[in-house]
T-cell receptor, first 110, second 116 residues
Framework: KNEVEQSPQNLTAQEGEFITINCSYS?????LHWLQQHPGGGIVSLFM???GKKKHGRLIATINIQEKHSSLHITASHPRDSAVYIC????????????FGKGTHLIIQP | DTGVSQNPRHKITKRGQNVTFRCDPI?????LYWYRQTLGQGPEFLTY????????KSRLLSDRFSAERPKGSFSTLEIQRTEQGDSAMYLC??????????????FGSGTRLTVV
């Protein structure tokens, strides 16, 4: 089964800073998910990507399939970006669910 | 369609009581997933349905847990004889894809269970 490691676990930055969150996984995949979870608990899907790079507004996600590594970047960070960012990959081994990282707790201070 | 809906949002129950949660997925999605998330951890897979068939169950799903999806629409997750260790956020997600993990998921807002 796939294992997911995220770093850092906690990140505090000043408004406007460029943010990078990293995700590594153990088993080759065909797609990786980046999710955002706010304190209320609801999860929003940000990206699903299988190669290269995707951009949505100030968010950029990249993946290197050979290295089994993905990064989520936030440009011009803002306090409203404060949330937990979670990386998830297919569990593998015939399982149809996702295996999630523990998440990166991001706080952007004004 | 307003997305994946979960009810209730919060549930406080006494140890030993039974609780039931409901998830209404996106109507055209044939796959429905239940996950459990404890504080400071990422969600963990519990079970999934394709239409009305429960195709996979995690070993996290003890015999006190049962999930159903009659008619392949909404799903319920019941926990019998709740224990304090059951306190968690229970998340539901749905997907319409063939190989679901390669398709987008839509998550509900979750049901936060507190067992006192």
């Amino acid at each position: 089964k796939n294992e997911v490691e995220q770093s850092p676990q906690n990140l505090t930055a000043q408004e406007g800073e460029f943010i990078t969150i990293n995700c590594s996984y153990s088993v080759g995949i065909s797609a990786l998910h980046w999710l955002q979870q706010h304190p209320g608990g609801g999860i929003v899907s940000l990206f699903m990507l299988s190669s290269g790079k995707k951009k949505h507004g100030r968010l950029i996600a990249t993946i290197n399939i050979q290295e089994k590594h993905s990064s989520l970047h936030i440009t011009a960070s803002h306090p409203r970006d404060s949330a937990v960012y979670i990386c998830a990959v297919p569990s593998g081994g015939g399982a149809d669910g996702l295996t999630f990282g523990k998440g990166t707790h991001l706080i952007i201070q004004p | 369609d307003t997305g994946v809906s979960q009810n209730p949002r919060h549930k406080i129950t006494k140890r030993g009581q039974n609780v039931t949660f409901r998830c209404d997925p996106i109507s055209e999605h044939n796959r429905l997933y239940w996950y459990r998330q404890t504080l400071g951890q990422g969600p963990e897979f519990l079970t999934y349905f394709q239409n009305e068939a429960q195709l996979e169950k995690s070993r996290l799903l003890s015999d006190r847990f049962s999930a159903e999806r009659p008619k392949g629409s909404f799903s319920t997750l019941e926990i019998q004889r709740t224990e304090q260790g059951d306190s968690a956020m229970y998340l539901c997600a749905s997907s319409g894809g063939g190989i679901a993990a390669n398709y987008g998921y839509t998550f509900g807002s979750g049901t936060r269970l507190t067992v006192v």
